[in-house]
């Protein structure tokens, strides 16, 4: 049942990765926090989700806004250690409460229509807060992605974007980890049997992608954040213990 579990969490999460730039962290890490200890899900997550940037990255380059991809690397230079500080010292279920009731609420006010105006202060602020979420639990999307919601972005500039910071903040995100939370052969044998299904959800993905007009593509992001977040809620909560 778990190995069955497994298949469908990377692969579903392979393909919105792929067709929207941002779905593989917020939807497998809270499936993989049922399946492994947090450490272990935070770092599969991590190792595949690098994997599937660096693939993609190419394809994409020409989507890319550098000028909001360099605020962003430069805010996440300060969230990355007090994401690991978090993960450290903070119990795991007090986080995941506290980032689930923010993305619920976040995601209700882009719904009625709240929106931000884009400037290089909130590029960085944002850009700080997901790496802090990524070296935390392992989820970098919910900052950029309701950022992005808000300032109605066009879905090939999110993608594109997105896709060449998780690139960075994956990598920088998973040796701190190693460094500061240790490291396991569960961890590295689990994202080996993983890659086939990664691959085939790239393939998938790049198809859905050609299919998602905008509007389709708001709707989607908001449904996956309220998914998150509530599942978040309730794990957190003790609703969905393994």
Known sequence: MEIAAFILIILVASVLQTSTGFGFSILATPFLLLLFEPAEAVQINLILSFFISGALIMKIRQDIDFGILRRFLVGSAAGLPIGMMVFLVIDISHLKTG?????????????????????????????????????????????????????DTQKET????????????????????????????????????????????????????????????????????LFTGIFLLLDSWGFLNK
């Open 158 to 225: 999110i993608r594109g974007t997105t896709l060449a910071f998780y690139l960075f903040i994956y990598f920088i995100s998973l040796i701190i980890q190693v460094v500061f939370a240790g490291t396991s052969k569960v961890i590295w044998i689990s994202s080996l049997w993983a890659l086939p299904l990664v691959f085939l959800g790239l393939y998938l993905g790049q198809l859905l992608f050609k299919w998602i007009n905008q509007n389709v593509f708001r709707i989607f992001t908001y449904i996956i954040l």
């Open 99 to 151: 980032v689930s009731v923010l993305v619920i609420a976040l995601t209700i006010m882009l719904m009625l229509n709240f929106r931000v105006r884009q400037n290089q202060k909130r590029d960085m602020l944002v850009g700080g807060l997901s790496g802090s979420f990524t070296t935390s639990i392992g989820m970098p999307g919910p900052p950029l992605l309701l950022y992005f919601s808000g300032t």
